[in-house]
């Protein structure tokens, strides 16, 4: 195998690190790829400057070239309740356990700043996320109908989730 051959084969391999201001150009790329009703990067940059809110980014390490971000997950904790705020994964990338990490890093956080349970809401059609989180032990404590509307305007029930961080 050539040198060439190899890195096209490479699998990537991926950190997960804090979020900052740097990043929020990126994530606001990545958000726009993933949602039908993006948030601009000022939006992400005002919600990180809040002191209640926290994030991940995950960084392919093994890459020659630098990469569009993978994944990111953007939280919130208050007053022992943790709520995810935003979660995505470019689809190349998908079923590469990025989510899992990314979530796994929001809950550890979370817990660390005192958060006692943590909330999420999912689209009720996204199968991919509905088994991640569920395998995250998040279980439905309730409904949000015609909550999302996708590009064309069909809209969907979101499903409000928790799990609790004990």
């Known amino acids: 195998m050539t040198m060439l051959e190899s890195y096209l084969t490479l699998k990537p ?4 690190v804090a979020m900052d201001a740097d990043d929020c150009r990126a994530v606001a790329a990545l958000h726009g790829e993933r949602f039908a009703r993006p948030w601009g990067d000022g939006e992400f940059y005002s919600l990180l400057s809040q002191d209640t809110v926290f994030g991940f980014v995950a ?5 020659f070239l630098k990469k569009p971000l993978p994944g990111f997950v953007l939280a ?3 007053a022992g309740e943790a709520e ?3 979660i995505a994964v470019q689809t190349k990338v998908a079923r590469a356990g990025l989510g899992w990490r990314l979530m796994q ?3 550890r956080e979370a817990k660390l700043r005192g958060g ?3 909330f999420l809401e999912v ?5 991919a996320a509905l088994g991640l989180y569920g395998k995250l032990g998040f279980e439905k404590v309730g409904e949000r109908r015609g909550y ?3 590009a064309k305007g069909a809209v969907s029930t979101a499903l409000v989730m928790k799990r609790v961080l004990r």
């Open 116 to 118: 006692e349970s943590i």
């Open 105 to 107: 890093a929001a809950m």
């Open 123 to 127: 689209d009720d059609g996204n199968a």
């Open 13 to 16: 391999e991926f950190e997960i």
């Open 84 to 86: 995810i705020l935003a």
């Open 59 to 63: 960084r392919q390490t093994n890459a």
């Open 76 to 78: 919130r904790q208050v």
């Open 148 to 150: 999302y509307k996708d």
